[in-house]
């Protein structure tokens, strides 16, 4: 089955630490994002990559830091400079769109939660 | 910078009754893509509709419509008799049509009840 993996589902951390959220997709497509979601706030764009060793800074990249170092897998690590890193984190991807596509497909999610 | 604005927190509806969800956008683009992706308890985010700006039809998606008003930048959510399942977060997004990666400007979302 195609689709969007993350893990963990749970993850939780204490103050200074860095952790890393993984995903990764077995889609073929060429862009990935990462979100942050929380309560009472909508998806916010932390960083985004449309092709492999390049990626762009989103809304909220401040304490954040990504590679691409291959076109199936983003990791997304939440560093200690991230002043309130506990939140719902999602991961996306598409196509290009010159290639067609404008629709993201969805990772069930990350919850970190800061001890 | 596109904004999104969903004004409704939480509607709620009687199952197999029709309910509209607002969303309203702001851009100074004339080239663009909407779409409304549902979030339920398991938060699997699922694209529900799109719309393309320079197509005048109304999407639809068996039970589920737009009402795109393209001057007065609105983009509403029909969802006609309502299930059980339907119980969910709605988020309206925004998504440029520059550039080739399509990122999206999201609302803040609206919370559906389903009653019996």
């Known amino acids: 089955d195609g689709g969007i993996t993350q893990s963990p589902k749970y993850l939780f951390r204490k103050e200074g630490q860095n952790v890393t959220l993984s995903c990764e997709q077995n889609?073929?497509?060429?862009?990935m994002y990462w979100y942050r979601q929380d309560p009472g706030q909508g998806l916010r764009l932390i960083y985004y990559s449309q092709i492999v060793n390049d990626f762009q800074k989103g809304d909220i990249a401040e304490g954040y830091s990504v590679s691409r170092e291959k076109k199936e897998s983003f990791p997304l690590t939440v560093t200690s400079a991230q002043k309130n890193p506990t939140a719902f984190y999602l991961c996306?991807?598409?196509?290009?769109?010159?290639?067609?596509?404008?629709?993201?497909?969805f990772g069930p999610g990350t919850r970190l939660t800061v001890l | 910078a596109q904004t999104v604005t969903q004004s409704q927190p939480e509607m709620s509806v009687q199952e197999a009754e029709t309910v509209t969800l607002s969303c309203t956008y702001d851009?100074?683009?004339?080239?663009?893509?909407l779409f409304w992706y549902k979030q339920p308890p398991s938060r699997q985010m699922i694209l529900v509709i799109r719309?393309?700006?320079?197509?005048?039809q109304n999407a639809t998606e068996n039970r589920f419509s737009v009402n795109f008003q393209k001057a007065a930048k609105s983009f509403s959510l029909k969802i006609s008799d309502s299930q059980l399942g339907d119980a969910a977060m709605y988020f309206c997004?925004?998504?440029?049509?520059?550039?080739?990666?399509?990122?999206?400007?999201f609302g803040t979302g609206t919370r559906l009840q389903v009653t019996l």
């Open positions: 889609l073929n497509h060429d862009a």
């Open positions: 997004a925004y998504r440029s049509a520059i550039g080739t990666a399509s990122k999206l400007t």
């Open positions: 851009t100074s683009e004339s080239d663009y893509y």
């Open positions: 719309q393309e700006a320079y197509k005048q």
């Open positions: 996306a991807s598409s196509m290009l769109r010159d290639r067609g596509g404008n629709e993201q497909f």
